[in-house]
């Protein structure tokens, strides 16, 4: 461990980072997979929808097509989370938080191994 500015440099061990990046790939993978597949659950791009639906049907689409929407935005949202992480482990930044510089508590990582910012800052951003 170092410190550069006031901010700790921590550098993980190797035999502690690659579970952790197989880990975050393997999520990763099941990730694109669950956006995928609710991209083609879109009742707007089924072949055999009816333009001419009951009313009940047309709500029942809305609703599905909806549902879908906000569960790929948030699946996205996720896939760029884990991206990142697996970003900073290559760059040796993995475990420091992007916004403030210092370490991310362990019990963090361990709980979200795709964490980038710290609770204090994660915490900021969200309020």
């Known amino acids: ?23 975050l790939e393997k999520e990763l993978v099941k990730l694109k997979r669950t956006k995928k597949q609710l ?34 935005k948030f ?6 989370q884990f991206r990142t992480a697996l970003t900073r482990i290559k760059i040796g930044k993995y ?7 210092k370490m ?4 963090r990582l361990a709980a979200r191994a795709e964490a980038t910012t710290c609770i204090k800052c994660s915490k900021e951003s969200e309020s």
Not at 95 to 101: A, L, R, T, W, Y
Not at 104 to 107: A, G, N, P, R
Request: with cysteine; charged share 35%; proline share 4%.
């Open 1 to 23: 461990m170092k410190k550069e500015n006031d901010n700790v440099i921590l550098n993980f061990p190797s035999r502690l980072l690659s579970p952790i990046k197989l880990f």
């Open 95 to 101: 475990g420091i938080c992007e916004k403030c510089g």
């Open 75 to 80: 699946l996205s949202r996720q896939i760029a």
């Open 104 to 107: 991310i508590d362990t019990d």
């Open 39 to 72: 991209k083609k659950d879109d009742p707007f791009l089924d072949e055999n929808r009816t333009i001419d639906n009951s009313l009940e049907e047309d709500v029942d689409e809305q609703i599905g097509h909806f549902d879908n929407e906000i569960k790929s």
